[in-house]
């Protein structure tokens, strides 16, 4: 007997469907790789956190690695979206650097929840099979800074900062400044601790500032 095989149709889950909130389940993994780090957090910490069994992290998401990155992707169009709110939302890169600065100084220290960026701690260093995590993380931290480098450029074209600027080390710097705040936010820095590092960076911007004159 010949068995027809429906070309068009994917094939069916079987099973029960899955009976949870994605969306939740998600933002407990988020906070637990976030606190843990992508090595740290074992599929019994992220289940026990998610409130679901191992079978259903693995219907759902297809592995840990496939979780880590949807998890990412959520701190990243939630948690972490105020980077580059700010500097779309502003009206000068300034005022852009400026507020998203000063954010980055409340959102690492918000309470109920891990301290610093997800992206800047989660996967700093690793073992040799989950490098390509770091190196997923690494891409995302340098995607920022090119998109500050943008914003530069942007300001040195409308004559707000000054012309010849190095707008990639600028980009850098500002990297190098949020990451740092992150870590010394894990480590304990308090709130007005890093308002001070961001109003140090916010200085150091000033100085990038075109006169009013243009010269």
């Given at each position: 007997?010949?068995?027809?095989i ?10 029960r469907?899955?009976s ?56 990243r ?18 005022a ?65 900062f ?6 990639g ?11 740092g ?21 916010i ?13």
């Open positions: 007997m010949t068995t027809v429906n070309q068009g149709e994917p094939p069916r889950r079987r099973g469907p899955l949870f909130d994605r969306r939740r389940v998600l933002h407990q993994a988020m906070l637990t790789f976030w606190k843990l780090g992508y090595e740290g957090a074992s599929v019994t910490d992220l289940t026990a956190a998610m409130g679901i069994t191992p079978q259903s992290l693995y219907a759902a998401f297809g592995s840990k690695s496939a979780l880590y990155r949807e998890a990412l992707e959520h701190y169009e939630h948690v972490g979206a105020f980077t580059i709110r700010a500097l779309e939302e502003e009206p000068s890169a300034m852009g650097f400026a507020r998203m600065l000063t954010e980055s100084a409340n959102e690492f220290c918000k309470p109920k929840r891990p301290r610093g960026c997800m992206i800047s701690m989660s996967a700093l260093t690793c073992a040799e099979e989950n490098r390509d995590e770091a190196r997923h993380l690494a891409q995302l931290r340098n995607a920022t800074i090119m998109a500050f480098q943008a914003r530069i450029n942007k300001a040195i074209e409308d004559g707000e000054k012309a010849g600027l190095d707008s080390g600028l980009a850098r710097y500002l990297g190098a400044i949020v990451q705040m992150s870590i010394q936010a894990r480590d304990g820095a308090t709130k007005q601790e890093l308002l001070a590092i961001a109003a140090l960076a200085q150091a911007l000033q100085q990038a500032a075109a006169s009013p004159g243009g010269e």
